[in-house]
C-alpha cells in the first residue's frame, strides 16, 4: 500500500543519493511489503515501479490491478508510467478505492443487524422525507402507520411502579400486563389507540419522530424485541412541525412530556411494580391488601354482613409476613404464634368498656349488647378497627408497619383518592 504524503523535496526520498528527481515532487511512503517505511520521490517511485512491477502489489487487499496500475502510475496499455497522468485523478482514483473498502465494511456490519432494524432504516431514508413533503399542508393531526424503531420517547424516566396513569383508559394497570396481551397475540398493535407523535422539522433533525404516549411505546418496544425478523409498524396520529407550532394547545400538552432527551432510551425511577395499587411480586402483601379491601367494601354496605366480615378481621389480624427465604426480597404469609395473638387481644378490654366503633365514613355508634360481650366480635376486640397497628405488636406485620397504601401514599406511588373512590377500593 502507498500514501501520498503532504510533504515536498527529494531530501528525504529514500535513493537520495541516486534521486535526481525534482525537489518539489510529491514523496510516496511504502506501507507494507518487505520495504515498508520507506519514503520514495515521485520520480524516483515511478523508476522503481518499472523495474520491479511487484511493487505495485503492495497496495491494499481487494483493489483491481487497474486501481493498483492507476495508483502506481502506470499506464496499462504501454505498461510503463505515463508521466503526463494528471496527478489528481491519481487521487480521486486512490479516494474511490478508500471508499470502496468502506463499503465493504459497512455491507459485514449490516449482516450482523436484524431484518427489523434495516427495514425500519430503510423506512426512514426512503418513507421519512416523502411523508415530510406530504403532511406540509395538513393542519391537523393524520393517521399514519410509523415502525416502532423510528419512534422515540418523550420521556426520559417511566413512574416508579410501571403502571399507566390514572388518565388513562387502563388506570394503573401494569405496563407488565399491556407486554403479556402483546406477546400472546390477544392484542394487536392496530387494535390499540393510536400514539400521538410529532414528526421532525426535516429528516435530518437529531430529535426524530416524538411519541408522547411512553408507556405504550415501552409495551410496543417490547414487542418489537422479540419479533426481530420482521419491522412491526403502529397506528399514529402524527402532526407535522407546523401543525404543532400551529396548534397551541396541543404544543403546550406535547412540551409539558417531551424532556428534549434523545429518546432512544427510557430510565425506571426506584419503586415497586404495581397492578391495580398492589405489588406485583410480592403476593403476601397484594393478598392482605385484597383482603383487607374486601372487609372495607362490605362494612361500607348498609346490609353488611357481619358474620362474613368478622372472621375475615380475625384472620387479617393473625396473619404474619415473613421472608420467603433468607436473602430474598418477596415473602410469605405464616399464622402469629399463640402468645402473639395473646398480646394482640389485649386491647379488647377497653373496647368492652367503651362499646364504641368507628366506620369507615362516619360518626361514632353503639355497639349491640350481643356484640359487646362476644369475645370475639369487631367491636369487642378495638375501639377503632381502623386502628389495626393497636392489634399487632409484630413489627413485620403489616399493621404495625402503618398499612401498605398509606406507605404507597407517602412514597408517591400509590392510588390517587379519585381511583380510590371511583374503583371502590
Known sequence: MMQMMERWGHPDCAQSEECTGNPHLRLICLLSGGDEGKIYCEACWRRLTEQNPDLVGFLRDGETSEDRQAAAGVDKNRGSVNPLQDQEVQQLRLENIKLKQENQSLRMQLQALPP???????????ELPRLLRACVYVSDGFLVDIPILALRQTHGHVNASLAFGDDHGNSQESIFKLVEQLFRGRVTPGEMEPLQVKLPKDAADDLGIRSRNNRRLLAFRALQSWTLDECIKVPCIARSHSAYLRDAKFKRWFDKGDDGLSGWSISSREGIAQHRGRPMFNTAVATEIGLRRLVEREKAHADADWQKIEPAERLLRDIKRRPASKDNDEETLTFGSRSEHAESSQPAAKAVATKLTKPRHGKQVKASEPEAQNPWSWAAQDP?????????????????????????????????DSFRAASGF
Open 384 to 416: 377503632d378497627p381502623w386502628s389495626w397497628a393497636a392489634q399487632d405488636p409484630d413489627p413485620w406485620s403489616w399493621a404495625a408497619q402503618d398499612t401498605w397504601d398509606d406507605y404507597l401514599y407517602d412514597s408517591g406511588r400509590g392510588l390517587s
Open 116 to 126: 427489523a432494524v434495516l427495514e425500519t432504516a430503510a423506512w426512514i431514508r426512503d
